[in-house]
C-alpha cells in the first residue's frame, strides 16, 4: 500500500474540513430554528395577553379602526416616564368642573370679547 500524496494529504484534509463546516452550518440553522419558534410563542403569548386586557377592559366591541386609533395614542406617551400618570392626569382635566379657573391662565374678563 502506499503512503498519500501531500496533495492527496491536503485534499482530504479540505474534504474534512468543509464537511465539518456542512454539519456545523446544519447544525446553527436547527438552533436558529428553536430559537426563532421560542420568539413566535412568546410573541403569540403576548398577543394573546393583549387582547385578553383589551376584552378585559371592555374595549373588544370598538371597532378595529377606533381601536387602532386608541392605541396609536396610547403610544404616543407609552415613552413617558409615568405613561399611567400622566393619562390619568389628562382625563382628570377632561373630567374637571367647566369654566374652572385654571393657575395660570387668563381671567375671563380678558379672555371675552364684549363686542356684540
Known amino acids: ?6 496533495q492527496q494529504q491536503l485534499d482530504d484534509a ?6 465539518k463546516i456542512h ?27 393583549v ?3 383589551v376584552e378585559d377592559a371592555g374595549l373588544a366591541h370598538l371597532a378595529d379602526s377606533d381601536l387602532s386609533a386608541l ?7 407609552a415613552s413617558a416616564p ?12 377632561v373630567r374637571s368642573t367647566p369654566g374652572r379657573s385654571v393657575p395660570g391662565c387668563a381671567t375671563p374678563s ?3 370679547s364684549r363686542a356684540g
Open 1 to 6: 500500500m502506499s503512503r498519500p500524496t501531500r
Open 14 to 19: 479540505v474534504a474534512t474540513a468543509k464537511a
Open 23 to 49: 454539519d456545523q452550518r446544519k447544525a446553527l440553522a436547527a438552533l436558529q430554528s428553536q430559537q426563532r419558534e421560542g420568539q413566535r410563542k412568546a410573541r403569540d403569548t403576548r398577543r394573546y395577553q
Open 51 to 53: 387582547g385578553r386586557l
Open 71 to 77: 392605541l396609536r395614542l396610547l403610544a404616543t406617551i
Open 82 to 93: 409615568n405613561p399611567v400618570e400622566v393619562l390619568e392626569g389628562l382625563l382628570a382635566d
Open 110 to 112: 380678558e379672555c371675552v
